[in-house]
Nanobody
Framework: QVHVGEFWGALVQPGGSLTTPCLVSWIQVRRIPKGWYPQAPGKEREVVAGISSAGRRHYGDSMTGRVIIDKDGLKNTVTLRMTNLKPEDTAAYFC????????????????WGQGTQVTVSS
């Protein structure tokens, strides 16, 4: 069974940066894609970054140029690094394991973490 867990969010000032990790536990963890999906109040979750087992990265339109996704095969973590954060980036950020590359983006699986809150405000 797949277990997904984000560690921490934060309150960040506009223009600030944040790196937040996700731990994925599963016997085949290194073989599955992983992604990050923020969900702002009243909106649907949408992919901001995804990475395949081979390291292929894809970024959603909302934060292109301001996020980097990385994975660590030894620690079974996938990390989202965000820079130049804006108030509109405020959301609960959910990690997903086993997302599928389809129609030019990573489509989420049913394996979600509990989410971590990122608030961008002065």
């Amino acid at each position: 069974q797949v277990h997904v867990g984000e560690f921490w969010g934060a309150l960040v000032q506009p223009g600030g940066s944040l790196t937040t990790p996700c731990l994925v536990s599963w016997i085949q963890v290194r073989r599955i894609p992983k992604g990050w999906y923020p969900q702002a109040p009243g909106k649907e979750r949408e992919v901001v970054a995804g990475i395949s087992s081979a390291g292929r990265r894809h970024y959603g339109d909302s934060m292109t140029g301001r996020v980097i996704i990385d994975k660590d095969g030894l620690k079974n973590t996938v990390t989202l690094r965000m820079t130049n954060l804006k108030p509109e980036d405020t959301a609960a950020y959910f990690c997903n394991a086993g997302c599928e590359w389809k129609n030019g983006q990573y489509v989420a699986s049913s394996y979600w973490g509990q989410g971590t809150q990122v608030t961008v405000s002065s």
